[in-house]
Every structure is written in structure tokens, then in C-alpha cells.
């Protein structure tokens, strides 16, 4: 069973940045963030293929986040720029045990972190 560990989050002024991280504990092929606001259901942000790179993002957060991973040492990065107050969310970093397509929804994924809050204030 692979484990995730997200790091990162914490509370930044609306239009500032923050980088989170996910350390996996085995190999793991897409690797994605989600977020999950107070009362909301959790919802996909961004996803990077395990080989060739590929990325694509929510239209919610394109142009603003960058995702990127590190598959020697099997982590996952989320760059998050000119952060607004309703990104606001738990985050959570997610991995799939197979080699298969782009997946923008929950269940797709085998493996979750914990989660770490990031809070914007206006």
C-alpha cells in the first residue's frame, strides 16, 4: 500500500503563493491534486502523467497553478500563484496504481493523502 504525504499549506493574503508538496512511499504512475472546500464536494485541480509529463488543469485554476513531479524520487508539486480567496480548501494529493489515461474525478484514483488546508484571506 503506497502512502502520501502531502506538506505546504497554510494561510497567504489573496494574490499571493504558495508550493505544495506530496511525497509518495512506492512508485505510483498519474499523480493528481484535488481540493475540497467547507460544505463542498471534493473536485479535481490538476493531473501530470507519469511518463512524457503531460498536464492538464482545472479551468478554474489554468494559468495560475503549475503541477509538476519528480518520478526518481517519486514526489508531486503544485504551484499555486495569484491565489484567490476562493481557493480556499483542504488539498489532497492523489496517485493511481496503473498506467492508464487522464482521470479528473475521485474514484479513479487508489491512493490519497491526508490533506492540507490553504487558506486565502481577501
Known amino acids: 500500500q503506497v502512502q502520501l504525504v502531502e506538506s505546504g499549506g497554510g494561510l497567504v493574503q489573496a494574490g499571493g503563493s504558495l508550493r505544495l508538496s506530496c511525497a509518495a512511499s512506492?512508485?505510483?504512475?498519474?499523480m493528481a491534486w484535488f481540493r475540497q472546500a467547507a460544505g463542498k464536494e471534493r473536485e479535481f485541480v490538476a493531473v501530470?502523467?507519469?511518463?512524457?509529463?503531460?498536464?492538464y488543469y482545472a479551468d478554474s485554476v489554468k494559468g495560475r497553478f503549475s503541477i509538476s513531479r519528480d518520478n526518481a524520487n517519486n514526489t508531486v508539486s503544485l504551484q499555486m500563484n495569484s491565489l484567490k480567496p476562493e481557493d480556499t480548501a483542504v488539498y489532497y494529493c492523489?496517485?493511481?496504481?496503473?498506467?492508464?489515461?487522464?482521470?479528473?474525478?475521485?474514484?479513479?484514483?487508489?491512493?490519497w493523502g491526508q490533506g492540507t488546508q490553504v487558506t486565502v484571506s481577501s
Open positions: 492523489a496517485a493511481r496504481a496503473r498506467s492508464m489515461g487522464i482521470a479528473t474525478i475521485p474514484k479513479s484514483y487508489d491512493y
Open positions: 512506492g512508485r505510483t504512475f498519474n
Open positions: 501530470i502523467i507519469w511518463s512524457g509529463g503531460s498536464t
